[in-house]
């Protein structure tokens, strides 16, 4: 069974940094591309980040490109997400999604507020 | 960027009666290499996450119900739901992953009438 599990949310202050994980098992993780997605409160679904099977190639939205990095661990079959100089913008619910979008985590959420 | 637009903001439809949601992209989505639209449609319910519907603008996923079906090519599509039952209500999401970066559109609630 394909099951995805993010953690590292919480509340952090304007200007702080975070790093989400996304813990993967059911399939074989190394041979996927993975996404994160967020969704801020009340709001539609944003797209934010990919990264290929591999980890050599990245893409970013322009709303977080430079300030937050993509990054996969295949040995730990593990997905990252290392964000920093956060906005209240960026409050929401982040969720890691396998690439062939059949697959999604149960989010965790983010909030960054003083 | 390619901009999804969807219409209905939302709408409420009667029991057994169909419900039809609109996706307009601002470029084409259709590959012209493989004749794929790259086209997904999504299901959200509160406190979930988005669960796929359909793929290729027209693929049912397993497990969907047949009640559930995609249509359109280019930039315009459709979901059609042809006999809302109570546990469709929903927020429904439509998304190209043609290029990057993916987009999704605004979104469609629905509602019982």
């Known amino acids: 069974e394909v099951q995805l599990l993010e953690s590292g949310g919480g509340l952090v202050q304007p200007g702080g940094s975070l790093r989400l994980s996304c813990a993967a098992s059911g399939f074989t993780f190394s041979s996927y591309d993975m996404h994160w997605v967020r969704q801020a409160p009340g709001k539609g679904l944003e797209w934010v980040s990919g990264i290929s099977s591999s980890g050599g190639n990245t893409y970013y939205a322009d709303s977080v490109k430079g300030r937050f990095t993509i990054s996969r661990d295949n040995s730990k079959n593990a997905l990252y997400l290392q964000m920093s100089s956060l906005r209240a913008e960026d409050t929401a619910v982040y969720y890691c999604?396998?690439?062939?979008?059949?697959?999604w985590g149960q989010g965790t959420l983010v909030t960054v507020s003083s | 960027d390619i901009v999804m637009t969807q219409s209905p903001d939302s709408l409420a439809v009667s029991l057994g009666e169909r419900a039809t949601i609109n996706c307009k992209s601002s470029?084409?989505?259709?590959?012209?290499?493989?004749?794929?639209?790259?086209l997904a449609w999504y299901q959200q319910k509160p406190g979930q996450p988005p669960n796929l519907l359909i793929y290729w603008a027209s693929a049912r996923e397993a497990g969907v119900p047949d009640r559930f079906s995609g249509s359109g090519s280019g930039t315009d599509f459709t979901l059609t739901i042809s006999s809302l039952q109570a546990e469709d209500v929903a927020v429904y999401y439509c998304?190209?992953?043609?290029?990057?970066?993916?987009?999704f559109g605004g979104g469609t609630k629905v509602e019982i009438k």
């Open positions: 998304q190209q992953y043609f290029g990057i970066p993916l987009t």
């Open positions: 999604a396998k690439a062939d979008w059949r697959y």
């Open positions: 470029q084409s989505v259709l590959y012209s290499s493989n004749n794929q639209n790259y």
